[in-house]
Nanobody, 122 residues
Framework: QVKLVESGGGRVQAGGSLRLSCAASGGTFSRYNMGWFRHAPGNERSFVAGITTGRSTYYEDSAEGRFTISRDNVKNTVTLQMNNLKPEDTAVYFC????????????????WGQGTQVTVSS
């Protein structure tokens, strides 16, 4: 059983930054491909960023260049650094894993955290 716990959400003005962290327990974290997703009101849950066991990273188009996903296999954490935030980034952000390498589909990630709220004001 994999447990994921997110932290680091909050409220920030447009142009600001936030750093989300996800702590994983259960199993061997270094073998997990991990992802971040978000769910905004009125929208479906959508992919934001992913990182493979080999530390390859990939992003949703609007996150590319502004967000950075990274992992620490000693601390068993995956982090999402979000810069130049925009009001449209407002959502509940979820950590998910272990998924298929390179996948952007929520269906391929069986375990999810409880989510952390990110609110960006204009």
């Amino acid at each position: 059983q994999v447990k994921l716990v997110e932290s680091g959400g909050g409220r920030v003005q447009a142009g600001g930054s936030l750093r989300l962290s996800c702590a994983a327990s259960g199993g061997t974290f270094s073998r997990y491909n991990m992802g971040w997703f978000r769910h905004a009101p009125g929208n479906e849950r959508s992919f934001v960023a992913g990182i493979t066991t080999g530390r390859s990273t990939y992003y949703e188009d609007s996150a590319e260049g502004r967000f950075t996903i990274s992992r620490d296999n000693v601390k068993n954490t995956v982090t999402l650094q979000m810069n130049n935030l925009k009001p449209e980034d407002t959502a509940v952000y979820f950590c998910a894993g272990p998924g298929l390498a390179g996948s952007t589909s929520a269906a391929s990630f069986p375990y999810w955290g409880q989510g952390t709220q990110v609110t960006v004001s204009s």
